[in-house]
Nanobody, 116 residues
């Protein structure tokens, strides 16, 4: 059974930094994509960043230049370095790992709160 465990959320002032980490376990297949989504109250879950197994990265426009995604394929971990945080970045951040379109897995989420 595949499990994703996030860590690193917390409370930070605007302009500060946080680093999220996600460790995946239980898969015998490589994760083609590992990434992050976020969801704030009364909003839909939205894409934040993703990194393909070949190193290609994608970012939401709202975080481009402030967030940096990285992953360790050998360890099945993905991290999100978040700098210059804004109050609007406040959300529950979810890790997602995809083997193929029929096998996508989510973590339980970690809260990030940015105070103004």
């Amino acid at each position: 059974q595949v499990q994703l465990v996030e860590s690193g959320g917390g409370l930070v002032q605007a302009g500060g930094s946080l680093r999220l980490s996600c460790a995946a376990s239980g898969s015998t297949f490589s994760f083609v994509v590992m990434g992050w989504y976020r969801q704030d109250l009364e909003k839909q879950r939205e894409f934040v960043a993703a990194m393909y197994i070949n190193g290609i990265t994608k970012y939401a426009d709202s975080v481009e230049g402030r967030f940096t995604i990285s992953r360790d394929n050998a360890k099945n971990t993905v991290s999100l370095q978040m700098d210059s945080l804004k109050p609007e970045d406040t959300a529950v951040y979810y890790c997602k790992a995809i083997v193929d379109p029929s096998r996508a897995y989510w973590g339980q989420g970690t809260q990030v709160t940015v105070s103004s």
